[in-house]
């Protein structure tokens, strides 16, 4: 089993940047591949980032490339989220993710383990 929670979300203005965090708890962490996802209200969850298990592979949506970095310290059992040139279209719920395979997936369906998760509201 593993524990995750999420922090760093908060109200920021277009342009502004966010660092999301993960802690993780439980089984062995740097095992999982992780992921990050995002929920807008009235939408379905959507994937953004995800990272393997040795950080030497990351993935991202198009709607995010070059913008956000996500990233892990295994020693500190944390994956990270940085985010930046944020918009208001990046307003949603942000979850953690962890999957009991080493390589990432893109699929909400691919992720065994959820945190509950960080909100993050960009203004206009």
């Known amino acids: 089993q593993v524990q995750l929670v999420e922090s760093g979300g908060g109200l920021v203005q277009a342009g502004g940047s966010l660092r999301l965090s993960c802690a993780a708890s439980g089984r062995t962490f740097s095992t999982n591949a992780m992921g990050w996802f995002r929920q807008a209200p009235g939408k379905e969850r959507e994937f953004v980032a995800a990272?393997?298990?040795?950080?030497?592979?990351?993935y991202y949506a198009d709607s995010v490339k070059g913008r956000f970095t996500i990233s892990r310290d295994n020693a500190k059992n944390t994956v990270y989220l940085q985010m930046n040139s944020l918009k208001p279209e990046d307003t949603a719920l942000y979850y953690c993710?962890?999957?009991?395979?080493?390589?990432?997936?893109?699929?909400?369906?691919?992720?065994?383990?959820w945190g509950q998760g960080t909100q993050v509201s960009v203004s206009s």
């Open positions: 993710a962890a999957r009991r395979e080493p390589y990432s997936g893109y699929k909400a369906d691919d992720y065994d383990y």
């Open positions: 990272i393997s298990w040795s950080g030497s592979r990351t």
